[in-house]
């Protein structure tokens, strides 16, 4: 993919893994004129979850990630590029965000996140909902720019205001992802989609493998058998965890792992999406062959399993396999925390 550039990221390590003691992290920090405001956190009552540090990192020009790496003179595989905007990396600090708070993830307080600018008059400003009409219309013209993103837009707005708005806002969505579309197909015309199938018993490592193969990417982790797509946004990374048989057709299987047919759609219960899908991962227990045999096939004869094998490179992902790509994770004497992630 080439060195990645970015002007936000994130550095999430445990402290025993750490080259860089955490009482050092504002003096490092303070020491590049490149970074413009940093600040970190220790997470130590995530429910299941091994305490850990986050640093965020916003740099006055897009930055290399090596670059970043080697601040904390650790591993590329510990930075995440945050495509999200500033505000965003800072709300996830103390899990104010949105989503942390769907997936019920501690609050932890602004008092425990050491910055060098004033992070708690940052989050109020964050966290401040408009009011009135005008204010409404000027917040929704903003996201309609491009000046805010879908996270702090619904910040601001609070769930009442969003669902009054909500044919305004869904016709912005639309436009947005559309001129995406028809951008990601001008870039991607003429290279292949890659899919990857990881499959392998439960709990051995499938999905974390998959988060490790996209590190440093924008992706969309996609999971629900009601409904996979509906927090795709446009993402060229996919990852659909845990996919099982006839959650959706096996049809619509071919088609978003076509290679090279690009203007295609996902399976949405509303309506169908649009997919700017350069990488693929499939984890699943079903290998490509037993889930071909699960699967309600109309016409065997048509909807062959070559037509699904010829799309795909297939992982069987086992705890041998783990222990190798996630030695620091998987290794044999680390086995007995890795249930607890």
Known sequence: MGELRSHNFMYVQQPKYLKIKPEQFAEVLNGRKSIINWAFIKHDK?????????????????????????LFNDNPERIQIWDNRWNNACGYLIHATSNSAEDGKYPYDVNEVTANFDFDEKIKEIQSRVSGSKNIE???????????????????????????????????????????????????????????WLWGSAGVGKSRYAKLLTEGTKTAKLGSSRDYFQDYHGE??????????????????????????????????????????????????????????????????????????????????????????????????????????
């Not at 995530?46 to 897009?62: F, K, M, P, Q, T």
């Not at 909500?166 to 290279?191: C, M, T």
């Not at 399976?267 to 169908?272: E, S, T």
């Open 138 to 196: 000027k917040v929704i013209t903003q996201y309609g720019n491009y000046e805010i993103s879908r996270e702090e837009l619904e910040l601001k707005l609070g769930d009442a205001e969003l669902a009054k708005n909500h044919v305004w806002i869904s016709r912005i969505d639309d436009l947005h992802a559309q001129r995406e579309h028809d951008n990601f197909l001008k870039e991607f015309e003429g290279r292949a989609q890659e899919t990857l």
């Open 46 to 70: 995530d429910e299941g979850v091994e305490e850990h540090y986050h640093v965020i990192l916003h740099y006055r020009n897009a930055t290399r990630l090596s670059t970043v790496a080697r």
């Open 236 to 341: 060229n990374y996919v990852i659909l965890n845990d996919l099982r048989p006839n959650e959706f057709s096996y049809a619509d299987l071919l088609r978003i792992t076509d290679p090279y047919e690009h203007d295609k759609s996902a399976p949405r219960r509303y309506h169908d999406l649009k997919l700017n899908l350069k990488t693929l991962i499939i984890t699943s227990p079903y290998s490509p062959e037993d889930f071909y045999e699960y699967c309600k096939i109309q016409n065997y004869q048509i909807d062959t399993f070559e037509q699904l094998k010829r799309r795909l490179h297939v992982i069987h992902v086992t705890e041998d396999l783990m222990k190798q790509v996630m030695p620091d994770e998987f290794g044999e004497n680390n086995l007995s925390d890795l249930f607890g992630f």
